[in-house]
């Protein structure tokens, strides 16, 4: 099997704090699978932390970790976002986003105090959640007849696939994730089943 199989993300969120003369760093950390789930997380701590300093993050999105964004939000440039990224790479996670709340304590940090304070507040957070590894999917939808749902779900429970919305009615429609390093198996056990429609979804 090869790497390029799975990729790691987290599951869960967590919040972690690390305090440096006076400032505050709270950080928070939170499984993305796209921007826009990002942005209403984003929302939220800004509603929840409406007197904080700076809302800075960082986040990589998508099972090949192309989508990237990292934010100072008003620190010195690279001080912040670039650091944060940094640990969510070092643990080579996707799909996960980390956002550091700062409650400026009257001391400046200087740009090597800041980078390590972002640094450390998303490193203690991403130790407290546990890593997962899963299966890269390619996303498939299958229409058939009714009367062939359980040799399609026999296929899908076999094959490990994952549903990701089903229309079960006379005429059925599923939204599937097949593991990529199964792709050609449940290709060549759908070509059996005449009827079964398969598209690929981009």
Do not use: W
Not at 87 to 101: E, F
Not at 111 to 133: C, D, E, H, R, W
Not at 152 to 164: G, S
Request: glycine share 6%.
């Amino acid at each position: 099997m090869s790497e390029q199989d799975f990729y790691t993300t987290i599951e869960q969120s967590a919040v972690a704090e690390f305090k440096d003369r006076g400032s505050k760093f709270l950080a928070y950390a939170f499984p993305a699978a796209s921007a826009e789930q990002f942005k209403n997380e984003l929302q939220k701590l800004k509603e929840l932390h409406p007197k904080a300093n700076h809302h800075c993050f960082a986040y990589r999105i998508g099972t090949d970790g192309l989508l990237f964004r990292v934010s100072d939000d008003g620190e010195p440039s690279g001080s912040a976002g670039r650091p944060i990224l940094g640990q969510i790479d070092s643990k080579q996670l996707v799909n996960a986003a980390v956002v550091v709340v700062r409650y400026f304590g009257g001391t400046l940090l200087g740009v090597p105090g800041l980078i390590n304070a972002y640094k450390t507040s998303a490193a203690l957070v991403l130790q407290t959640i546990p890593s997962v590894q899963k299966q890269i999917e390619v996303y498939y939808r299958a229409e058939f007849d009714y009367t062939r749902m359980n040799e399609v779900m026999m296929i899908l429970k076999q094959c490990n696939c994952t549903i990701q919305e089903q229309e079960l009615q006379l005429f059925c429609s599923i939204k599937t994730g097949i593991p990529k390093n199964r792709l050609e198996e449940v290709l060549y056990r759908f070509k059996d089943l005449h009827d079964v429609q398969l598209q690929k979804l981009a």
